[in-house]
């Protein structure tokens, strides 16, 4: 099945600062997103982007999918940006799968 | 529109004990899926259902079954509950495939802890 690995594990950033999360996967894909998990467990869908480009207020997110790989943008970073951050990814047939995270923690 | 809707929310089980998680959805979508998320982890699927009536495995199927008893409910069951059954478990569903757009939205989870 295809494989999903996302860079990096942990960041740790002060508030304000610009970050990058970044997403490969090892197939051709027909559904990618990314989701927030906060600190209580809750899944947050943030986008559904198989393709192209999106934005939604501090938070853009962009997939090439000929190259496989898909960026989560959090710009001017805020406390409430903590928690891990999660892409899944589909392939041919109905198994969306996740990597494994990246812990984000926002400094005041 | 309550979306994706898991019962129970907490749950603590004593070793060998069986208990079922039910999971409903009000979006019409044809596919449902069970994951596991362990302290620490991603989540990783234990089976799911392309639509009613058909079940498949997923990563870890081992001591899980399911039933997509109609197209709004899937449930999970443990029939003999191992510690190493401990873990958040979350339903999801989304559009069936081949659809324009398969987003798949999840519901709160549900804590489970067998001691």
């Known amino acids: 099945g295809i494989q999903v690995e996302q860079s990096p594990p942990d960041l740790i950033l002060q508030e304000g600062a610009n970050s990058t999360l970044r997403c490969n996967f090892s197939?051709?894909?027909?559904?990618l997103q990314w989701f927030h998990q906060n600190p209580w467990g809750q899944l947050i869908n943030l986008f559904y982007?198989?393709?192209g480009t999106k934005q939604n207020g501090r938070l853009s997110a962009t997939t090439v999918a000929t190259e496989r790989y898909s960026l989560l943008y959090i710009s001017s970073s805020q406390t409430t940006d903590s928690g891990v951050y999660f892409c899944?990814?589909?392939?041919?047939?109905?198994?969306?799968?996740f990597g494994g995270g990246t812990r984000v923690l926002v400094k005041p | 529109n309550a979306g994706v809707t898991q019962t129970p929310k907490f749950q603590v089980l004593k070793t060998g004990q069986s208990m079922t998680l039910q999971c409903a959805q009000d979006m019409n979508h044809n596919s449902m899926y069970w994951y596991r998320q362990d302290p620490g982890m991603g989540l990783r699927l234990i089976y799911y259902s392309a639509s009613e009536g058909t079940t498949d495995k997923g990563e870890v199927p081992n001591g899980y079954n399911v039933s997509r008893l109609n197209k709004r409910e899937f449930s999970l069951r443990l029939e003999s509950a191992a510690p190493s059954q401990t873990s958040v478990y979350f339903c999801?569903?989304?559009?069936?495939?081949?659809?324009?757009?398969?987003?798949?939205?999840f519901g709160q989870g549900t804590r489970l802890t067998v001691v």
């Open positions: 982007i198989p393709s």
């Open positions: 999801a569903s989304s559009p069936r495939q081949g659809a324009r757009r398969t987003e798949a939205f």
């Open positions: 899944a990814a589909k392939a041919a047939g109905n198994k969306l799968t």
């Open positions: 197939d051709s894909v027909n559904n």
